[in-house]
């Protein structure tokens, strides 16, 4: 059987956990277009990896860590997903989740140290005030406001923060 490649492998994550539309997974990954993203189910059917279009969730409390952001670098995707089990007050949450890792301290102005995981929701058309996770080539991952944002190619909105706390030594 052949090897997904990275991006099958990210898509096969993603798809273990629920249903998505193309749509949603082109965006949770960074693609500008969902058929790039029907080009990969396809070829993941047709090698026999990805069996049907009706994923049943095999961890329904959990959702994946599929990247890390650095203010002002390009996204960076994982090439093996982890997973995070989500906590219950996230649950009515009905849309794609997923998770990045913070890398540094880019994005301390955002109260945002390196290690948190930032929980995102798959979202084109942000509310007015929400906190969005946004990129562009030029400027790399971007977080703030979705009206000062509206130049950025959206990514999605922050839905919770989860600290990791390591005391000082």
Known sequence: MKQPTKRQSQILALMSQKEYSMRELAQMLGLSSP???????HNLKKSGLLKSSKNKPQKPLQIPIIGGISQGK???LFLKVSYFDLPPTLLLVTKALYGFLIRDESFIDHQM????LVIVEAQVSPKFG???LAHSKEAGAVIGRAEELSEYQIQ???RSLIRSYSPQK
């Open 35 to 41: 058929a790039t993203v029907h080009k990969h189910v």
């Open 74 to 76: 390009k996204i960076e």
């Open 113 to 116: 140290a390196p290690g948190d």
């Open 130 to 132: 929400e906190l969005i």
């Open 156 to 158: 999605g909105v922050i």
